[in-house]
């Protein structure tokens, strides 16, 4: 009888979070007084803030927590006193670093992986640079072995944490030896601008900072609850391009997200899924990449789901907003808490995730618990 340990999953994960809790409320409150003076962009601001589904988000900048006149990415300060992308850039440089391998450690722990038993690193960031990078960084705190491959993946947006468990999944598949760590670090929130635009208003509205990590392997005897990884797939939507966009401006990042985003979601991930699926039944289990309440809206409704199917995605979203591609491993491991305390037996699922493209990632997970045997009938999606 086959076992869980001929099967690519995800062994272990970490999460971590910066000191610093932002309060929804009251940062909608600061921004509609910045905004003082241009009534529809503070009625405007106010309706983002209520309706994203964020209650708390995290940040790495204390400046951000400071009253209106004194906070620098949110008044109507001098130009000269915003801050530039290069200070952002130190600032992320500062900050990423530990906040990415305080993740990994945890992961490492949670999934009994020594470091010296990694072969690949996989790094994610979409909103900061610096060489040598968070890779390099991460191989000295971690005690790495020097020849680690490593694969960062940069300015690849939301959908990249699930992009890298897709490309380690082939990793351990053509190398069942490999174990590779993956490390997600997003510091969101240090490209908030002091701008009117609704779109500008719409990104400070629910985006937060976090990282995540995560271990990719075969499973060994006595393994904790894991998930089971199968083959994934990467698909651009048509004639989206322009729905998402993220640019390198004087003032940090310049994000455009279109609100049809969730429309366009709704229109053409449900055909992708069934294709992808095959025929199969749709799985209990779905890890959504809440990338704000109207994508996740869109698909229970879209795809006839439940509240519990969408529990995980909703909390995440609720206490730490959108951390890009940091934000999915936090909802597999909110999804898994749930269901060791719930002590619930093995379950097909999917995980989703949307990015500049725009991008739909897929994937077929299995969550496993501990000393649970393999469910044959989950041949045809696991192997």
Not at 341 to 351: I, L, N, S, T, V
């Amino acid at each position: 009888m086959k076992t869980w340990e001929s099967i690519v999953s995800i062994l272990g994960i970490g999460t971590a979070l910066p000191p610093y809790r932002i309060d929804q409320d009251e940062t909608a409150g600061k921004l509609a007084e910045a905004l003082a003076d241009r009534r529809d962009a503070a009625r405007w601001a106010r309706k983002i803030f209520k309706s994203c589904g964020v209650e708390t988000r995290y940040t790495c900048e204390p400046n951000l927590l400071e009253p209106i006149d004194r906070c620098r990415y949110l008044s109507n300060r001098p130009q000269a006193d915003i801050p530039a992308t290069g200070e952002r850039m130190e600032m992320y440089k500062r900050q990423s670093v530990p906040l990415a391998g305080e993740a990994a450690a945890e992961a490492l722990r949670d999934g009994n992986v020594e470091p010296a038993r990694i072969t690949h690193l996989i790094t994610v960031s979409c909103t900061g640079l610096f060489l040598p990078g968070i890779d390099v960084a991460l191989m000295q705190a971690l005690g790495l072995d020097a020849n680690v491959s490593r694969i960062p993946l940069t300015f690849m947006g939301c959908a990249a944490g699930l992009t890298a468990i897709r490309l380690s999944e082939q990793i351990v598949r053509g190398n069942p030896a490999s174990k590779v760590l993956v490390v997600c670090v997003e510091l969101c929130t240090l490209h908030m601008q002091p701008s009117s635009a609704r779109e500008a208003l719409y990104a400070t509205a629910f985006f937060g900072d976090g990282a995540s990590a995560c271990i990719v392997g075969e499973a060994s005897p006595g393994q904790r609850a894991i998930f089971a990884l199968s083959k994934g797939e990467t698909v651009l939507f048509p004639g989206s391009t322009g729905d998402m966009v993220w640019n390198v401006g004087n003032y940090g990042f310049d994000l455009f997200l279109s609100p049809h985003i969730p429309k366009l979601i709704g229109e053409f991930v449900p055909a992708e899924i069934a294709r992808f699926l095959k025929g199969r039944a749709a799985p209990e289990l779905w890890a959504i990449h809440p990338g704000g309440r109207g994508i996740v809206d869109t698909l229970q409704s879209a795809l006839s789901l439940t509240d519990a199917q969408t529990r995980a995605s909703r909390s995440v979203l609720r206490e730490y907003g959108n951390m890009s591609s940091a934000t999915l491993l936090f909802v597999l491991q909110r999804m898994r808490q749930w269901l060791e305390a719930e002590r619930q037996g093995p379950k097909e699922g999917m995980a989703l995730a949307f990015g500049p493209g725009l991008t739909a990632e897929l994937m077929n997970i299995a969550y496993v618990p501990a000393g649970s045997p393999y469910p044959e009938a989950l041949d045809d999606a696991y192997v």
